[in-house]
């Protein structure tokens, strides 16, 4: 280092123009290496394409299984988009497992919430396992369903960018401070109201773990045993909370329990077998 020093006192333009030769050849190297990246990115887009339409093709032969296992390899390889889990929930629901097809259509819906092919194919299989139209969960739910948690913190954001300028204004020009009194309340509560919603779906998304049943029909017992009491059946597509977990001893090994909640309140143990997560 004290050498280095050295040079570059005793010879600065030498040193600088050593140190552009090298940054010249950093520049080209990376260049060089951006192409290579941008090279095997477009191979693996391609890739990709190709694969997703090979599913689309079994799909389309009624090759459901080929389907299925093709776009769940695509969707753990990369991040899945809407469409991809789109294609996957009808293959899962035209294999007849009606489960894993409503927790695909449910991962769609977190990206693209108002698609009406998604809505009304969701909807349709819901109704073939609890015989209504509506989505299980309370209104406020299924209202701050309506909008992804990206869109409720833009609305909230420029809300906030609306009320911050009018108060500004009112600052800059008092003598309009009457007139604007009535506009800044108004977007001081909407902002207030898209705010709480950004935190209710921020939650409801975050704080709150949802599955779906994946096994004809899932024992529901008062406890997390096999001798506990049975409280109910609930059948394959049976849309759940998940409230809390136990890992019992069971024979040689371990067996992980669930306990869940239906949209009709009905509580109770279920293996964790019986279930898939939806996110």
Same mark, same amino acid.
């Given at each position: 280092?004290?050498?280095?020093?050295?040079?570059?006192?005793?010879?600065?333009?030498?040193?600088?123009?050593?140190?552009?030769?090298?940054?010249?050849?950093?520049?080209?190297?990376?260049?060089?290496?951006?192409?290579?990246?941008?090279?095997?990115?477009?191979?693996?887009?391609?890739?990709?394409?190709?694969?997703?339409?090979?599913?689309?093709?079994?799909?389309?032969?009624?090759?459901?299984?080929? #389907? *299925? +296992? !093709? =776009?769940?390899?695509?969707?753990?390889?990369?991040?899945? $988009?809407?469409? /991809?889990? &789109? %294609? @996957?929930?009808?293959?899962?629901?035209?294999?007849?497992?009606?489960?894993? #097809? *409503? +927790? !695909? =259509?449910?991962?769609?819906?977190?990206?693209?919430?108002? $698609?009406?092919? /998604?809505? &009304? %194919? @969701?909807?349709?299989?819901?109704?073939?396992?609890?015989?209504?139209?509506? #989505?299980?969960?309370?209104?406020?739910?299924?209202?701050?369903?309506?909008?992804?948690?990206?869109?409720?913190?833009?609305?909230?954001?420029?809300?906030?960018?609306?009320?911050?300028?009018?108060?500004?204004?009112?600052?800059?020009?008092?003598?309009?401070?009457?007139?604007?009194?009535?506009?800044?309340?108004?977007?001081?509560?909407?902002?207030?109201?898209?705010?709480?919603?950004?935190?209710?779906?921020?939650?409801?998304?975050?704080?709150?773990?949802?599955?779906?049943?994946?096994?004809?029909?899932?024992?529901?017992?008062?406890?997390?045993?096999?001798?506990?009491?049975?409280?109910?059946?609930?059948?394959?597509?049976?849309?759940?909370?998940?409230?809390?977990?136990?890992?019992?001893?069971?024979?040689?090994?371990?067996?992980?329990?669930?306990?869940?909640?239906?949209?009709?309140?009905?509580?109770?143990?279920?293996?964790?077998?019986?279930?898939?997560?939806?996110?």
């Amino acid at each position: 280092m004290n050498e280095l020093m050295k040079r570059f006192r005793v010879s600065g333009i030498r040193f600088c123009a050593k140190a552009s030769g090298q940054l010249a050849s950093c520049l080209r190297l990376w260049t060089a290496m951006s192409g290579l990246v941008a090279g095997g990115a477009l191979l693996a887009a391609d890739d990709t394409a190709t694969a997703f339409d090979q599913a689309n093709k079994w799909y389309e032969q009624a090759r459901y299984a080929e #389907a *299925i +296992a !093709a =776009y769940e390899k695509l969707a753990a390889s990369n991040a899945p $988009d809407a469409a /991809l889990l &789109f %294609n @996957l929930g009808n293959a899962q629901f035209k294999a007849g497992h009606t489960g894993l #097809a *409503i +927790a !695909a =259509y449910r991962r769609a819906q977190e990206l693209t919430p108002r $698609d009406p092919g /998604l809505r &009304f %194919n @969701l909807q349709f299989t819901r109704k073939s396992v609890t015989g209504a139209e509506t #989505a299980p969960g309370r209104f406020w739910q299924r209202a701050l369903a309506s909008l992804t948690l990206n869109e409720w913190t833009l609305l909230a954001a420029l809300a906030l960018w609306l009320w911050c300028g009018l108060l500004a204004w009112r600052e800059w020009r008092p003598a309009i401070r009457p007139a604007l009194r009535g506009y800044t309340a108004a977007a001081g509560i909407f902002f207030g109201v898209l705010a709480s919603g950004t935190v209710a779906a921020f939650q409801q998304q975050f704080g709150i773990e949802r599955a779906v049943i994946v096994v004809p029909e899932a024992i529901v017992r008062v406890g997390p045993l096999d001798e506990a009491k049975e409280l109910a059946k609930f059948r394959d597509g049976t849309e759940v909370e998940l409230l809390d977990r136990k890992e019992i001893a069971a024979g040689s090994g371990r067996q992980l329990w669930r306990l869940v909640q239906n949209g009709a309140g009905q509580t109770g143990w279920v293996k964790d077998e019986a279930i898939v997560p939806v996110r």
